[in-house]
């Protein structure tokens, strides 16, 4: 039997440019407000990564500990795929099949909180899809098919709600929440297919300012 060959790329060697791996386009591409397709920039990924027919990828940093670990079958990158900081803490997990992220793709912060989770079927998310802030409170947690989102319900870094919304044909509905930095309720504005039907407004003192009855 043939064992696939390990190849290593280092920063000081002459592959320097392919080493720039910016972990986090593994794990939060671009994405529009609200509604869009969930679209892992699979383009600008094979362009930082040596092009490779079968084996094993090593990225490594200068020290020597691994930066970014995955296997190659037929010219494209298959089963689990690992990326890790500077200080050896796991960035990125991420599955791959027939060149797309397919299974559970989990990302950390460098502190070693969670920062992502989402869920792939042949590069298209699907199902739940979970953001937290780096000091460990939930900031998002999102339904997805196909690639679209479907639901999403945020929070700020302190906890509190700021949207829980779902889209339908590109169109909003749901709630929207502000708060003071006292932690009391600003405002809460309530949409139907994107259009505003009821605005509340309160002072710090929890008393109404302003109310909009549409």
């Known amino acids: ?11 000081n060697s002459h592959q320097s440019k392919n080493d720039q791996v910016n972990e986090q386009i593994l794990s939060e591409p671009e994405k529009n407000k609200y509604a869009a397709e969930y679209a892992l920039p699979i383009d600008q990924l ?6 490779m027919k079968e084996g094993v990828l090593q990225l ?10 995955g296997n190659y079958k037929n010219g494209k990158p298959v089963g689990q ?29 460098e502190n070693g909180h969670k920062r992502g989770e ?13 953001r937290w802030y780096a000091n460990g409170q ?8 196909q690639g679209v989102v479907k639901t999403m319900t945020t929070w700020d870094n302190s906890g509190h709600l700021i949207s829980d919304v779902a889209i339908i044909d590109n169109k909003v509905s749901g709630v929207v929440l502000t708060w003071y930095d006292s932690g009391a309720k600003k ?7 994107n259009e505003l039907v009821r605005k509340t407004e309160w002072d710090e003192d929890g008393l109404i300012v302003d109310l909009d009855d549409n």
Request: net charge positive.
């Open 138 to 145: 939930i900031k998002q947690d999102m339904t997805v098919h």
């Open 1 to 11: 039997m043939n064992k696939q060959p390990k190849v290593q790329y280092h920063q």
């Open 118 to 130: 989402i869920y792939f079927v042949n590069g298209k998310a699907e199902g739940r899809w979970q």
């Open 46 to 51: 094979q362009q930082l990564i040596p092009a």
């Open 60 to 69: 490594s940093y200068p020290d020597g500990k691994k930066k970014l670990q």
């Open 81 to 109: 795929w690992h990326s890790w900081y500077p200080n050896g803490r796991l960035a990125i997990e991420i599955s791959w099949k027939n060149g797309l992220p397919h299974g559970k793709t989990r990302s950390w912060y």
């Open 187 to 193: 405002s809460e504005s309530v949409f139907e297919k």
